[in-house]
Nanobody
């Protein structure tokens, strides 16, 4: 088992940038695929980006050009760099871990077993 903890959320104006970090404790971090999800108020949680243990990535099409996911297996951290933020990016962002490789887990919420508590991102126009 692993325990993800998110940090780095906050408020920013449209066009700005934020960096989210997820610190993972517990089991061997490098054995897990990791992902960022987000949940807009009143909506279902949706996948944003995922990264395999070997660095292979998946992105939502609508954020591919603006967000970058990366991981540091030595520091047990996962990062989401978010640039050119838009008001519709406002959401609670969650870090999640899966024992499945990304080519199977993709950005499907049900494929991820371990979740953080979330960090709020608010983008104002």
């Amino acid at each position: 088992q692993v325990q993800p903890v998110e940090s780095g959320g906050g408020s920013v104006q449209a066009g700005g940038s934020l960096r989210l970090t997820c610190t993972v404790s517990g089991d061997t971090y490098s054995g897990y695929s990791m992902a960022w999800f987000r949940q807009h108020s009143g909506e279902e949680r949706e996948g944003v980006a995922a990264i395999d243990a070997d660095g292979s990535t998946r992105y939502r099409d609508d954020i591919r050009a603006r967000f970058n996911i990366s991981r540091d297996n030595d520091k047990n951290t996962l990062t989401l760099e978010m640039n050119n933020l838009e008001p519709q990016d406002t959401a609670m962002y969650y870090c999640a871990a899966s024992t499945l490789p990304v080519w199977i887990a993709q950005l499907n919420r049900g494929s991820y077993d371990y979740w953080g508590q979330g960090t709020q991102v608010t983008v104002s126009s």
